[in-house]
């Protein structure tokens, strides 16, 4: 029999593929469970549901399910150009944002050459590293976050691509504007600095740096965003990257023709102009925040301070057995040993309702493993 794994790739045949939260529905199989009864904060998504305004969008869309979509997402660019002062070129629409972090991968990265990133960052960067067969120089995390200066001193003339998240996932953590500027201003112009801002719509305003103000310096930058987060649009998959015109002219020849659907494109477009639901989500996020911090505090638990929608909680154990005892609670949260965090697990921030939930689940669950 022909063996088809080892005919792969070779960065393939060694990749472990992403793990996603638990869909409700698959716990509720297997617990015999309502769906219903069951709460779901494990994959960041927006706890308010999709807006009105959004919702309208796609029903006015669905009229045009027979034709393919704008494959240049023309509305879309234009709005997002206009809103992030930037040029129409300087955008590339993404199947998500996670699309962005694979086209540069595969537009910039080949065997022999390397991606530079932190411990503890967003899962997604090995994979498309990986899948490419190119080299990642994991480095490692000081107090959870980037260090930006043993990253730069990391890249070496092999080097091709820096992923940086800000913040990061799952830990929250981040880095201010003068790290930023310190670092872009030292790194080889060679060097495609991808700053990952899927949850800039949350942080900005305070201490972190808004990418899109470092873009016209740094023609080796590359911000990506998503509407899978604060805009609440995780099912329909749109992200974008901004960049110079030449990075996404190149991420634009190797993208598929229509990566990004019509309801996602019409959807994306709604949700900019809806600002009121991202400040109610703005605000939901950091009452919410405060109120799972209250109730750690409690608990006797420490965790990392986040700019995210989420929080990562020490449980001071294994946090495995932690995390089934809240499934049969109906709870699903997130375990992290797989970024390398076996007694972390990450909570996205939900309704006040379901994070008291999870809070009084989290206590029970505690006291008996
Ligand atoms: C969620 C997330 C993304 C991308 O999500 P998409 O749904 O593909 O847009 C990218 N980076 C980080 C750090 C994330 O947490």
């Given at each position: 029999?022909?063996?088809f794994?080892?005919?792969?790739q070779?960065?393939?045949?060694?990749?472990?593929?992403?793990?996603?939260?638990?869909?409700?529905?698959?716990?509720?199989?297997?617990?015999d469970?309502?769906?219903?009864?069951?709460?779901?904060?494990?994959?960041?998504?927006?706890?308010?549901?999709?807006?009105?305004?959004?919702?309208?969008?796609?029903?006015?869309?669905?009229?045009?399910?027979?034709r393919?979509?704008?494959?240049?997402?023309?509305?879309?660019?234009?709005?997002?150009?206009?809103?992030?002062?930037?040029?129409?070129?300087?955008?590339?629409?993404?199947?998500?944002s996670?699309?962005?972090?694979?086209?540069?991968?595969?537009?910039?990265?080949?065997?022999?050459?390397?991606?530079?990133?932190?411990?503890?960052?967003?899962?997604?960067?090995?994979i498309?590293?990986?899948?490419?067969?190119?080299?990642?120089?994991?480095?490692?995390?000081?107090q959870?976050?980037?260090?930006?200066?043993?990253?730069l001193?990391?890249?070496?003339?092999?080097?091709?691509?820096?992923?940086?998240?800000?913040?990061?996932?799952?830990?929250?953590?981040?880095?201010?504007?003068?790290?930023?500027e310190?670092?872009?201003?030292?790194?080889?112009?060679?060097?495609?600095?991808?700053?990952?801002?899927?949850?800039?719509?949350?942080?900005?305003?305070?201490?972190?740096?808004?990418?899109?103000?470092?873009?016209?310096r740094?023609?080796?930058?590359l911000?990506s965003r998503?509407?899978?987060?604060?805009?609440?649009?995780?099912?329909?998959?749109?992200?974008?990257?901004?960049?110079?015109?030449?990075?996404?002219?190149?991420?634009?020849?190797?993208?598929?023709?229509?990566?990004?659907?019509?309801l996602?494109?019409?959807?994306?477009c709604?949700?900019l102009?809806d600002?009121?639901?991202?400040?109610?989500?703005?605000?939901?996020?950091s009452?919410?925040?405060?109120q799972?911090?209250?109730?750690?505090?409690?608990?006797?638990?420490?965790?990392?301070?986040?700019?995210?929608?989420?929080?990562?909680?020490?449980?001071?154990?294994?946090?495995?057995p932690?995390?089934?005892?809240?499934?049969?609670?109906?709870?699903?949260?997130?375990?992290?040993?797989?970024?390398?965090?076996?007694?972390?697990?990450?909570?996205?921030i939900?309704?006040?309702?379901?994070?008291?939930?999870?809070?009084?689940?989290?206590?029970?669950?505690?006291?008996?493993?």
């Amino acid at each position: 029999m022909t063996d088809f794994l080892a005919l792969a790739q070779t960065g393939i045949q060694q990749l472990s593929p992403y793990v996603p939260g638990k869909p409700v529905d698959e716990l509720a199989r297997e617990l015999d469970m309502d769906p219903a009864s069951i709460i779901k904060l494990a994959s960041n998504e927006n706890p308010l549901g999709a807006s009105p305004k959004t919702r309208a969008a796609i029903e006015r869309e669905l009229a045009e399910l027979t034709r393919y979509p704008d494959g240049n997402g023309f509305e879309l660019k234009t709005q997002l150009a206009r809103q992030c002062r930037v040029q129409i070129d300087q955008v590339t629409l993404g199947n998500g944002s996670n699309d962005i972090l694979e086209l540069v991968a595969r537009a910039y990265l080949a065997p022999g050459l390397n991606a530079v990133f932190s411990e503890h960052a967003f899962a997604v960067y090995p994979i498309v590293v990986q899948a490419v067969n190119a080299g990642a120089r994991v480095i490692p995390a000081k107090q959870f976050g980037h260090d930006l200066p043993a990253m730069l001193a990391a890249i070496d003339d092999k080097t091709r691509i820096v992923f940086l998240a800000n913040p990061n996932n799952p830990t929250g953590t981040w880095f201010g504007p003068q790290a930023l500027e310190d670092f872009l201003a030292a790194v080889p112009p060679t060097v495609v600095v991808v700053l990952d801002e899927a949850y800039i719509e949350y942080a900005v305003g305070g201490d972190l740096p808004d990418g899109l103000d470092y873009l016209a310096r740094y023609p080796n930058l590359l911000v990506s965003r998503t509407f899978s987060k604060a805009y609440g649009l995780a099912a329909l998959r749109v992200g974008y990257g901004l960049s110079s015109p030449v990075i996404a002219d190149v991420l634009n020849r190797i993208r598929q023709p229509f990566n990004v659907n019509s309801l996602a494109l019409a959807a994306a477009c709604a949700a900019l102009t809806d600002t009121d639901y991202l400040q109610r989500s703005r605000e939901l996020n950091s009452a919410g925040m405060q109120q799972l911090e209250k109730g750690f505090a409690e608990l006797g638990l420490q965790w990392i301070p986040s700019k995210g929608n989420f929080i990562a909680v020490d449980v001071g154990r294994d946090a495995g057995p932690v995390f089934q005892g809240l499934l049969r609670e109906g709870v699903i949260v997130r375990p992290v040993a797989g970024y390398g965090m076996p007694n972390h697990l990450r909570v996205t921030i939900g309704l006040a309702e379901e994070n008291s939930r999870f809070l009084e689940a989290l206590r029970q669950v505690l006291a008996r493993v």
